[in-house]
């Protein structure tokens, strides 16, 4: 059984910074892509960044480019979502998933675990 558990999330003011983590257990962590999403009240679920299996490479959205930053830890089984600069609207419950491949995609059907989500709030 794969269990992936998200923490660092919380409430923060505009231009603050926060570091999500997302620890894995049940699977090769190394062997498989890790993504993270979020959800805002009201809207759908949104791709924010991705990064293959051993980390060298990753990929983020537009709306976070340059303030996002991703990693991995593979020794810990752990993969990072560094957040600087961070605006209202990031505000969004964040969520890690596994992904199906060692590469990565946009598209949520390509994960198949998620994390319980963690929460961001972003004051003005």
């Known amino acids: 059984q794969v269990q992936l558990v998200e923490s660092g999330g919380g409430l923060v003011q505009a231009g603050g910074s926060l570091r999500l983590s997302c620890a894995a257990s049940?699977?090769?962590?190394?062997?498989?892509?890790m993504g993270w999403f979020r959800q805002a009240p009201g809207k759908e679920r949104e791709f924010v960044a991705a990064i293959s299996g051993s980390g060298d490479s990753t990929y983020s959205a537009d709306s976070v480019k340059g303030r996002f930053t991703l990693s991995r830890d593979n020794a810990k089984n752990t993969v990072y979502l560094q957040m600087n600069s961070l605006k209202p609207e990031d505000t969004a419950v964040y969520y890690c998933a596994s992904g199906v491949a060692y590469y990565y995609t946009e598209k949520s059907s390509t994960y198949d675990y998620w994390g319980q989500g963690t929460q961001v709030t972003v004051s003005s």
């Open positions: 049940g699977r090769t962590f190394g062997s498989k892509a």
